[in-house]
């Protein structure tokens, strides 16, 4: 069973404030995630990935792993109001194909207020 | 990152007619994705095509209904066949290339009346 969850929300957050959105998969043996942003009548913008052996911080984003409770979680500091989006969590389930298929979870609103 | 040409980027169609989306990548990639976005919803996968064989459906999706076409390794089609309102929803593909983070089209706005 392929599940990717995430909160809903909204979440609010403050301008300046840390954002932490996170996500939980099912497969425990998932080795790749990534995290896309997506505004109103837009298509998801990428905006890291990670793999199963670390985590990764990009500017204000830092995407890290808990293999051991399945879940991945997305913080982003000094949030602008720019940040205001929905994030989708993704997962590739395909261990060992060349398949590379990813499954994505509903979404989290995050709202950032001046 | 590869960059999508996704067209047409909205249609307005018919109950019981089909509607045939185009995707033109700039850069020869192996797999090529499609979706279906609910309004409101998230992403779901419809499935996975590969050139030179047969698409890959995932389950709930049925070649009757969205044939899919991958005749080289920058271009894809998916046709959305004998339409409902049901339907209506946005269809987006999506490439992985060179490992570099899965990319997505600007995506099709299908409303069916």
């Known amino acids: 069973q392929k599940e990717v969850e995430q909160n809903s929300g909204p979440l609010s957050v403050p301008e300046g404030a840390i954002a932490s959105l996170n996500c939980t998969y099912s497969d425990r043996g998932s080795q790749s995630f990534f995290w896309y942003r997506q505004y109103s009548g837009k298509s998801p913008e990428l905006i890291m990935f990670?793999?199963?052996?670390g985590d990764k911080e990009d500017g204000r984003f830092t995407a890290q792993l808990n293999k051991a409770s399945q879940y991945v979680s997305l913080l982003i500091r000094d949030s602008q109001p720019s940040d205001s989006a929905t994030y989708l969590c993704a997962v590739n389930f395909d261990r060992g194909s060349t398949l590379g298929r990813l499954y994505f979870g509903r979404g989290t609103q995050l709202t950032v207020w001046p | 990152s590869a960059v999508i040409s996704q067209k047409p980027s909205r249609d307005i169609c018919q109950r019981g007619t089909s509607l045939t989306i185009q995707c033109q990548v700039d850069?020869?990639?192996?797999?090529m994705f499609w979706y279906r976005q609910q309004p409101g919803q998230s992403l779901t996968l419809i499935a996975t095509?590969?050139?030179?064989?047969?698409?890959?459906?995932e389950s709930g999706f049925v070649i009757d209904k969205f044939p899919i076409s991958r005749p080289n390794l920058t271009f894809s089609t998916l046709t959305v066949s004998n339409m409902s309102p049901e339907d209506s929803s946005i269809y987006l593909c999506s490439v992985d290339f060179q490992g570099g983070g899965y990319t997505f089209g600007s995506g099709t706005r299908l409303t069916v009346v």
């Open positions: 095509a590969n050139q030179g064989s047969e698409a890959t459906y």
């Open positions: 850069s020869q990639v192996t797999m």
């Open positions: 990670i793999y199963s052996n």
